[in-house]
């Protein structure tokens, strides 16, 4: 894939830039400073690991990434365009059309079928991709028609990942997507979003507490106690398919 190292349009910047993000929860005694200063860039095309134990602040800046919490200072930026210089209506349409998200519970609408489901994602897109050949590609085509308490976890997630993806979103972000799911199905899923990463370019940024996913990502960012330890490009990957834990 050509764009997958390269920087963006602006070749000064990364793709998405993290700078001097701090974040804090409570005031008071019960203040916490949860992101201390965070700066950090990953280029179009990674997939990027968030690292780090419980309360190192890395889903917060996930969601800070995402336009779903604020910073108290510093800033995101995507292709140049910082999102603390949109207001709420311009950041709401730029979360539609740019982002997509995957938690670790599935949020399926529970009366909609599985290919209803993904259809949610695409309507909130001008660009969204095929959704019979992205059911395919999730190997979910002849589960289109069930709901989704008639399908596995594994696949439920699926879903979700195929609601997220179907927009075409320059960047995928993923909280603990596997946090929920068994030692092989949570392989068959991230292999699943490597795969899409190489299909369809996204940039992905995923959030996990476990170490041995860091193996299968272009870039690893270590968090601990709301700082960076660690910020490093992987020399060699490994396929998700063989990652071990």
Request: hydrophobic share 35%.
């Amino acid at each position: 894939m050509l764009t997958k190292f390269l920087y963006s349009e602006r070749s000064d910047i990364m793709f998405l830039e993290i700078s001097g993000i701090k974040k804090h929860f409570g005031e008071g005694e019960s203040r916490v400073e949860v992101l201390k200063g965070i700066d950090a860039g990953i280029e179009k095309g990674e997939i990027c690991v968030l690292l780090g134990p419980s309360g190192s602040g890395k889903s917060t800046l996930l969601n800070i990434i995402g336009g779903i919490d604020s910073a108290d200072s510093g800033y995101i930026a995507i292709n140049g365009e910082k999102t603390a210089d949109m207001n709420e209506k311009k950041l709401t349409v730029y979360r539609r059309k740019h982002l997509g998200y995957i938690f670790q519970m599935y949020n399926l609408i529970p009366n909609l079928n599985i290919k209803e489901n993904v259809e949610v994602g695409a309507y909130l897109s001008d660009n969204p991709l095929d959704v019979d050949e992205l059911l395919r590609t999730l190997g979910l085509y002849e589960h289109r028609h069930k709901l989704p308490n008639q399908l596995s976890g594994g696949q439920q997630q699926r879903t979700a990942i195929g609601r997220a993806i179907v927009k075409n979103p320059d960047i995928l972000l993923c909280d603990e997507p596997t946090g929920a799911l068994d030692y092989n199905t949570s392989k068959e899923i991230l292999k699943l979003i490597e795969n899409l990463n190489q299909k369809y370019g996204s940039t992905v940024v995923m959030v996990t507490h476990n170490d041995a996913i860091r193996n299968m990502a272009d870039r690893v960012i270590k968090l601990r106690d709301g700082v960076i330890r660690k910020n490093y490009v992987n020399e060699v990957k490994i396929s998700a398919e063989k990652l071990e834990w």
